[in-house]
């Protein structure tokens, strides 16, 4: 397997696997999944069949549409702020479901890497704690966003509100790392799962909880706007191949396992997976995105990034080409 795409519910999906008991298993069999690297449909409305649609038509819904600004069309954001009580109780709900989910395919030791917001990532990490899963730590990926820093609405020109902020300009996006818990010692854990450490980035330097990789490529946007067969829209929230990959490269600490992108989106997770010679699962729920996904991930998988030149990465690569060419000359 290379990567395996899936056009479903993610519960439905999850809900269905066996028991996870056999190491040597697929990963749909009884084997479990090593990682879970995702960007999930935060404020869930926004992602709901009939506020996609409104996004898809610029016409915004809870979407915000951000203006044009020096010659760019920018993408559309979730007003995350728009939330009400019952929309709240509805995301806590959203991510105790998936934590108990992600607890029940990942294999024990395995990591779940799952983009977050400042208002919102406690509702994840409530859900995470009560399905039984451990909190790791948060990563901290250095990015600026459109998201804050915003006069009073109405007050930008008010002698005495003009320079007040209704809340802080975002320059991060964190980034929340859970483990399943395993028994024994980490090396019995590796051993039989291969699971339950972070891949180093080097013999010198282990992997890091600061991301320091920047706002995604336009180059990595358009990939999603092409790939789209229904529409010239981008996904609204592309990650940049070189998080992905850096986040893939730290998941599989022995090179060798499943990552799973519940929540596939543009294809981005997947992407990074294959240029890096894993195995992954993507599963799509919306039909357009999926298709999108499918056509975007030779693409991203083709870029070169810095994690491409680590050493450890080459010769990863070079022996999956090898065994590969190797079968198939046996056939």
């Not at 002698?159 to 980034?175: D, F, G, H, I, L």
């Not at 975007?296 to 590969?324: C, G, L, N, W, Y």
Request: hydrophobic content about 35%; overall charge negative; glycine content about 8%.
């Amino acid at each position: 397997m290379s990567y395996e795409l899936i056009n479903g519910n993610t519960f439905e999906v999850l809900e269905g696997l066996p028991e996870v008991e056999d190491p040597g298993a697929d990963w749909d069999d009884g084997g479990g999944v090593h990682a879970i690297v995702t960007d999930p449909p935060y404020g869930v409305i926004e992602f709901a069949e009939e506020n996609v649609e409104k996004m898809r038509e610029g016409i915004g819904g809870v979407w915000r549409i951000p203006p044009s600004m020096d010659g760019n069309q920018r993408n559309p954001l979730p007003r995350f702020t728009v939330l009400d009580d019952d929309d709240k109780r509805m995301l806590q709900d959203f991510f105790a479901k998936f934590g108990e989910l992600a607890y029940d395919v990942l294999r024990p030791g395995g990591h779940i890497f799952i983009a977050s917001t400042q208002l919102l990532m406690h509702y994840v990490s409530a859900g995470f704690d009560a399905a039984g899963l451990e909190r790791r730590d948060v990563l901290v990926r250095e990015t600026k966003t459109l998201r804050g820093g915003d006069r009073p609405k109405g007050a930008h020109d008010h002698p005495e509100y003009k320079n007040v902020s209704s809340m802080p300009r975002v320059y991060w996006e964190p980034w929340l790392l859970y483990r399943k818990p395993y028994e024994g010692k980490l090396t019995d854990t590796l051993d039989e799962w291969q699971t339950g450490g972070l891949r180093r980035e080097s013999d010198e330097r282990p992997f890091t909880d600061l991301l320091q990789d920047g706002k995604t490529p336009k180059q990595e946007r358009e990939i999603t706007k092409n790939a789209n067969p229904k529409s010239d829209d981008p996904h609204p929230n592309v990650k940049p191949q070189s998080l992905m990959r850096e986040l893939c490269h730290a998941a599989l600490p022995l090179q060798e396992g499943v990552i799973l992108d519940p929540f596939m989106g543009s294809g981005a997770t997947i992407g990074a997976a294959e240029a890096l010679s894993y195995d992954s699962v993507g599963i799509e729920l919306d039909e357009s995105y999926y298709d999108m996904a499918e056509n975007a991930i030779p693409k991203f998988a083709s870029m070169s990034t810095s994690i491409d030149d680590r050493e450890d990465v080459k010769r990863h690569q070079a022996a999956e080409e090898s065994t590969s060419l190797s079968d198939f000359q046996k056939q």
